[in-house]
């Protein structure tokens, strides 16, 4: 039996390849919306409580922004603040207002299953607010219409509060040449610094003394003991936390079970 030959147009090849290479064309405002959120989402994370430590705003903008703004070649994403006030620990929490730029070139697809997207680009505008010192504290966060207004000059970054890097020395100078009646006196005097809080005990021939920064959940807890005076560092981080024991003797002398 004779074989009929089978013509195939090449437009309608071409076609089909066109149509597999490019899978379902995508508009490139909507991609660039999604690619704003996914920006905003991010610096949310970076400043979302529970267990966040006290923050100013201007500190969450300066420490957390600048990483947002990137280009990827086909994908360039610029990050402002436009407003920032209060703190995470007290009041209505850090409130931050910020507007995500992306822009994003067209895309060719070079692959099968690939897709082809338009150009586009998107300002968006959000409002984040962050509270952090309960538990049950979440991130609260809304967009709004963006002003036309320039955003003002970003604040510049300043280093976190922290204990001196020489607080254990300072610890077994006051230890060794003190007793338990001047226990007190002559820890506090040897951190004048503000900020940190000074606790002292002696129980059983021993003296306890624990320096902290509250807000930071930083603590160091020494003890001396007939053999000299050594850091204690055997209690769980939690007990840091507001509400627990905190920075206290009490981290030695009764340590959570």
């Given at each position: 039996?004779?074989r009929?030959?089978?013509l195939v147009?090449?437009?309608?090849?071409?076609?089909?390849?066109?149509?597999?290479?490019?899978?379902?064309?995508?508009?490139?405002?909507?991609?660039?919306?999604?690619?704003?959120?996914?920006?905003?989402a991010?610096?949310?994370?970076?400043?979302?409580?529970p267990?966040?430590?006290d923050?100013?705003?201007?500190y969450?903008?300066?420490?957390?922004l600048?990483?947002?703004?990137?280009?990827?070649?086909?994908?360039?994403?610029?990050?402002?603040?436009?407003?920032?006030?209060?703190?995470?620990?007290?009041?209505?929490?850090?409130?931050?207002?910020?507007?995500?730029?992306?822009?994003?070139?067209?895309?060719?697809?070079?692959t099968?299953?690939?897709?082809?997207?338009?150009?586009?680009?998107?300002?968006?505008?959000?409002h984040?607010?962050?509270?952090?010192?309960?538990?049950?504290?979440?991130?609260?966060?809304?967009?709004?219409?963006?002003?036309?207004?320039a955003?003002?000059?970003?604040?510049s970054?300043?280093p976190?509060?922290?204990?001196?890097?020489?607080?254990?020395?300072?610890?077994?100078?006051?230890?060794?040449?003190?007793?338990?009646?001047?226990?007190q006196?002559?820890?506090?005097?040897?951190?004048?610094?503000?900020?940190?809080?000074?606790?002292?005990?002696?129980?059983?021939?021993?003296?306890?003394?624990?320096?902290?920064?509250?807000?930071?959940?930083?603590?160091?807890?020494?003890?001396?003991?007939?053999?000299?005076v050594?850091?204690?560092?055997?209690?769980?981080?939690?007990?840091?936390?507001?509400?627990?024991?905190?920075?206290?003797?009490?981290?030695?002398?009764?340590p959570a079970?």
């Amino acid at each position: 039996m004779r074989r009929l030959p089978i013509l195939v147009s090449t437009v309608a090849v071409a076609a089909v390849l066109a149509t597999s290479l490019s899978g379902c064309a995508s508009s490139g405002d909507q991609y660039a919306s999604s690619v704003a959120d996914a920006v905003a989402a991010k610096f949310g994370e970076s400043i979302s409580p529970p267990e966040i430590n006290d923050r100013t705003a201007d500190y969450l903008v300066s420490a957390s922004l600048p990483s947002l703004n990137r280009d990827d070649g086909d994908t360039r994403v610029a990050v402002e603040a436009l407003s920032w006030k209060g703190r995470t620990g007290s009041g209505d929490g850090a409130e931050i207002d910020i507007r995500v730029v992306v822009t994003v070139d067209e895309h060719v697809p070079t692959t099968f299953n690939d897709r082809s997207r338009s150009a586009g680009s998107i300002t968006r505008c959000y409002h984040l607010a962050a509270i952090g010192y309960r538990y049950y504290d979440r991130l609260q966060s809304s967009t709004y219409p963006c002003p036309t207004t320039a955003a003002p000059p970003a604040p510049s970054a300043v280093p976190l509060p922290a204990l001196p890097t020489d607080t254990m020395d300072r610890l077994t100078v006051a230890l060794e040449s003190t007793d338990a009646q001047k226990l007190q006196r002559d820890v506090s005097a040897a951190f004048p610094d503000g900020g940190v809080t000074v606790k002292t005990a002696s129980a059983n021939g021993e003296l306890i003394a624990a320096v902290g920064l509250p807000a930071e959940r930083d603590c160091v807890v020494a003890v001396r003991r007939p053999s000299g005076v050594a850091r204690f560092s055997d209690y769980d981080p939690i007990q840091l936390m507001p509400g627990e024991t905190g920075c206290s003797p009490e981290l030695y002398l009764h340590p959570a079970n």
